[in-house]
T-cell receptor, first 114, second 111 residues
């Protein structure tokens, strides 16, 4: 199993550009999450999904959009990139279990907006 | 989710036990305590979680006080590779609920 795979690993965007961060998991997990982490800070939840076709906002959803058309994929769309969106983005997935079970994280996508 | 308080940093000698405290005095009865760690800039890694009882796995032990207002993560024999940021999270009592990460404790293990 590859686990949770994120692409790209690094990206530089100009202000106002748009892009999609890809996230794929091969563990057949129902639950998927997008977090961002600014330098020296903890992780903040952007969006999450409890299954295909169902998404919900987290703490910091403004400037982002998500979709969940399949169990495996949970892409994060950045519209009109701003310098404040410079961050490391982590995708995670989990299965049902005690509490939220164990979250499996990807390696992260490092985004710089100039 | 309940708010958690952790010391910003701790040091530990290699081979010794590392005891990481976490205060979660506002935790409700059905909220779990989770521990994750993040090594350098990698994605966070799950360590352990529990509700009321103490828990142990191959990585660590989790000791939860009887009133559940605080807990301690114990790494029994810390190694240099355990140097990381450790996050204590209280909340999320059902599948699909999002975990809220704070700033965590930076554990430095030295030889």
């Amino acid at each position: 199993n590859a686990g949770v795979t994120q692409t790209p690993k690094f990206r530089i965007l100009k202000i106002g550009q748009s892009m999609t961060l890809q996230c794929t998991q091969d563990m057949n997990h129902n639950y998927m999450y997008w977090y961002r982490q600014d330098p020296g800070m903890g992780l903040k939840l952007i969006y999450y999904s409890v299954g295909a076709g169902i998404t919900d906002k987290g703490e910091v959803p403004n400037g982002y959009n998500v979709s969940r058309s399949t169990t495996e994929d949970f892409p994060l769309r950045l519209e009109l990139a701003a310098p404040s969106q410079t961050s490391v983005y982590f995708c995670a997935s989990s299965d049902s279990g005690e509490g939220v079970g164990e979250l499996f994280f990807g390696e992260g996508s490092r985004l710089t907006v100039l | 989710d309940a708010k958690t308080t952790q010391p910003p940093s701790m040091d530990c000698a290699e081979g010794r036990a590392a005891n990481l405290p976490c205060n979660h005095s506002t935790i409700s009865g059905n909220e779990y305590v989770y521990w994750y760690r993040q090594i350098h800039s990698q994605g966070p890694q799950y360590i352990i979680h529990g509700l009321k009882n103490n828990e142990t796995n191959e990585m660590a032990s989790l000791i939860i006080t009887e009133d559940r207002k605080s807990s301690t993560l114990i790494l029994p024999h810390a190694t240099l590779r355990d140097t990381a940021v450790y996050y204590c999270i209280a909340g999320a009592n059902q599948a699909g609920t999002a975990l809220i990460f704070g700033k965590g404790t930076t554990l430095s293990v030295s030889s």
